[in-house]
């Protein structure tokens, strides 16, 4: 097992030549790991295939990988994003915390979880107050969506605006299922008392609803033979064209004023009034055709814009992408609108360039960011003394003629020289 060569010169620095050990463990010669547990130390396992260094490293990595399940949770708790799984997360922690395989200040892990746990019970607390309060709520919205039902309801059918009203209860029955589905759960007794409510509401609206439509039946034929007249009229107009138009929208007024049949009646007129007022607007749509004609060209122009801008997917310098970028962004907006069936795949090719120039910011930011280039200089530091050591340890080797030991320090040197050829300039 080879670590990160970091964290493994880290542990070398703190860890005693001729004991092998660091205040919270220690290796013996056979890379048997042991870890200080108050006054005395128990075994947390073996490293056969490394050095003492490399073993001391793989069990602290795994007493910070602990550690770090801790801080999230810590950190959860503080900023009150977490949630009932919390004490769960903290139960486990204890388990791994009877006997692991690590190698650190075991007690004070286990201590900051018993804090954790304390917090969690105080979380736990909370939450289900919190689960209370949203019943409450919960009982407070459906009372409200029944209380609105039965003012609908009473109304005075002289005042009653039927299709809205109509609209209004589906609406109210709408919420009522989604407090039912995605809300807090209610008592049942509650809930069924408060749906009887909402039911006789309803029930009482379309009992009223149904009786001023029967109403309403007597009045279709003579609304249908006023309809039919206007109808008449509207088709008398079609010679005259957008002269037309004026008389058209007249007879649009009386249409209005002549009263509502039957829906399924109203549609079948309204469909044959329309279609004589559709003849005399035959001058709108031959402008309309033009304002196509023109989104056509645009998009012609458009196209043309986006393959002068394809060399942009070439460049590799960010500055003078976004600069052609910028260019063709303002000439793009000049050019106006493009036919709608065209939208999608024209704005398609330009975010394809806009995308390319923003992942070349991107990563000019990362390569000159501050703290990566810090973290980058100081590895390669270490990096650069370990290869000036190795390369001593090789010379002094062959003058010794220990073949053997020549070869152990050239395979380390190589392996430090391709790290370092990894980090880049």
Do not use: C
């Not at 005395?40 to 396992?45: H, I, L």
């Amino acid at each position: 097992m080879v670590g990160d060569p970091g964290p493994t010169r880290q542990v070398s620095r703190t860890l005693s030549e001729a004991t092998n050990e660091t205040p919270w463990g220690r290796v013996d010669d056979d890379r048997t790991v042991y870890v200080r547990e108050g006054d005395g130390e128990r075994v947390v396992g073996s490293f056969p295939d490394g050095t003492p260094e490399e073993a001391l490293a793989y069990f602290t990595r795994k007493y910070a990988d602990l550690e770090g399940q801790i801080v999230l949770l810590e950190a959860r708790i503080a900023r009150g994003t977490a949630d009932v799984s919390a004490a769960d997360t903290v139960a486990k922690l204890r388990e791994q915390l009877v006997e692991p395989a690590a190698v650190g200040d075991i007690a004070a892990l286990r201590a900051r979880v018993e804090k954790l746990g304390e917090k969690t019970a105080e979380l736990g607390e909370k939450q289900q107050a919190e689960r209370e309060a949203a019943r409450q709520e919960a009982v407070a919205k459906r009372e409200a969506i029944v209380a609105e039902a039965e003012r609908l309801a009473a109304q005075p059918e002289s005042s009653i605006r039927w299709k809205d009203t109509s609209h209004a209860f589906e609406q109210l029955f709408t919420d009522w299922q989604t407090a039912q589905r995605s809300g807090p759960q209610i008592p049942k007794p509650q809930a069924d008392a408060l749906w009887k409510r909402f039911r006789t509401a309803r029930q009482t609206f379309d009992s009223a609803r149904r009786s001023h439509f029967a109403q309403m039946d007597a009045n279709n034929k003579e609304v249908k033979q006023r309809k039919e007249r206007i109808i008449s009229a509207a088709e008398a107009l079609a010679p005259k064209g957008v002269e037309g138009i004026p008389a058209y929208r007249a007879l649009l007024d009386d249409w209005k004023a002549a009263g509502r049949a039957s829906r399924k009646l109203d549609d079948q007129l309204w469909a044959r009034f329309k279609a004589a007022g559709d003849v005399l607007y035959e001058a709108k749509a031959a402008e309309a055709a033009q304002t196509n004609e023109e989104y056509t060209a645009n998009l012609t122009a458009k196209q043309s814009l986006l393959d002068e801008a394809a060399p942009i997917l070439e460049q590799r310098d960010h500055g003078a992408a976004r600069k052609a970028l910028t260019e063709v962004q303002l000439r793009w907006d000049e050019i106006g609108r493009v036919p709608r069936e065209a939208l999608r795949d024209i704005e398609s090719r330009l975010r394809k360039i806009e995308d390319h120039v923003k992942g070349l910011e991107e990563e000019h930011w990362r390569k000159t960011n501050p703290e990566t280039k810090a973290r980058s200089e100081g590895l390669r530091g270490q990096l650069e003394a370990s290869i000036a050591e190795l390369t001593a340890e090789v010379e002094a080797a062959r003058e010794a003629g220990d073949a053997k030991a020549v070869a152990s320090a050239e395979e380390k040197l190589a392996t430090q020289q391709s790290w370092l050829a990894a980090i880049g300039d």
